[in-house]
């Protein structure tokens, strides 16, 4: 008993000094991702030349060509910019996949924005990533806010048609009672039961988009934490709980890098057990029920 009191006492230690370590480092990097991303729609791929790449990303261009070319599109959260996706956004390089854009949209969005109106922008946003690298779909990281507007773009603007996969950190898919701290229209739609939220919940039918959702029981922002939490019975869903790791830490976790990547891959690789199974970089044991898997991870 007392080796598991101090096992997770450290553990949660472990969780605050990442935390408060990444809130510092992003604050000097938050003025380099102000500015707009320059897309680059062949990313390495510009050449039939190999050599030059590390050898995971070889393996992975050998291995699941669909995966390395599919664009994957980072979408920030609320107040933030493309500079929360620099640890991640450099993971995927790595790991081979050719197309990694992070996308801003204006931080304004806080005090005037509006969840309906920032879906429709990010279409377009994602129609002219498709013009350019030629894709037909493109997969989606979404970062709190990020994750919940990439939704609304899915399930209410079409976006199954362009999204194959749709992974959500920290996202606030029930609500957050922190939302009621602030008094903007954006911050009406986050609180739980909302009108916005009531709209995500009704059916949707054959959506082809397949959801991963991240979630973390030390979450400070989504409140309760299991809100961030994604259920609905129309939708394809696999859930992760990342223990031990904060809200704006979950974009720099090394356990969140892997399972992107991983779950982004395995989406190529076995798209017909998309329901039913479910890829795990730590090993551990999946629990499947209907439409979704869960797993939790932990350091």
Not at 192 to 200: M, R, T
């Amino acid at each position: 008993m007392g080796n598991g009191v101090l096992g997770r006492l450290a553990s949660t230690l472990r969780g605050v000094a990442v935390e408060s370590a990444w809130l510092a480092a992003h604050a000097a990097l938050y003025p380099w991702g102000a500015t707009a991303e320059r897309l680059h729609p062949d990313g390495p791929y510009a050449h039939y030349r190999t050599d030059a790449m590390s050898p995971r990303a070889r393996g992975l261009l050998v291995s699941a060509m669909d995966a390395a070319g599919t664009p994957i599109l980072l979408l920030h959260g609320i107040g933030d910019n493309r500079s929360v996706f620099a640890v991640l956004g450099a993971a995927l390089r790595r790991r081979g996949f050719g197309v990694v854009h992070a996308v801003n949209y204006s931080v304004l969005t806080a005090v005037t924005g509006d969840v309906r109106t920032a879906a429709s922008m990010f279409g377009e946003q994602v129609e002219q990533v498709c013009e350019l690298t030629g894709a037909d779909r493109v997969h989606v990281v979404g970062h709190s806010l990020g994750g919940l507007i990439a939704r609304y773009y899915v399930q209410r603007r079409g976006g199954d048609e362009r999204i194959d996969t749709l992974v959500t950190l920290g996202t606030p898919h029930r609500g957050t009672v922190a939302a009621y701290l602030m008094p903007t229209g954006l911050a009406r739609q986050l609180r739980p039961g909302s009108q916005l939220l009531a709209e995500l919940d009704e059916p949707a039918p054959g959506c082809r988009t397949r959801f991963v959702s991240v979630w973390t029981p030390a979450d400070q922002i989504v409140l309760p934490q299991s809100n961030a939490r994604l259920s609905h019975p129309d939708l394809d869903i696999e859930e992760h709980c990342l223990r031990d790791v904060g809200h704006w830490a979950l974009p720099v976790d090394s356990r969140a890098s892997r399972l992107v990547a991983g779950c982004l891959v395995r989406g190529h690789d076995r798209p017909s057990e998309r329901a039913t199974s479910q890829y795990d970089p730590l090993r551990t044991s999946p629990i499947t029920h209907g439409h979704s898997a869960s797993s939790e991870l932990s350091s």
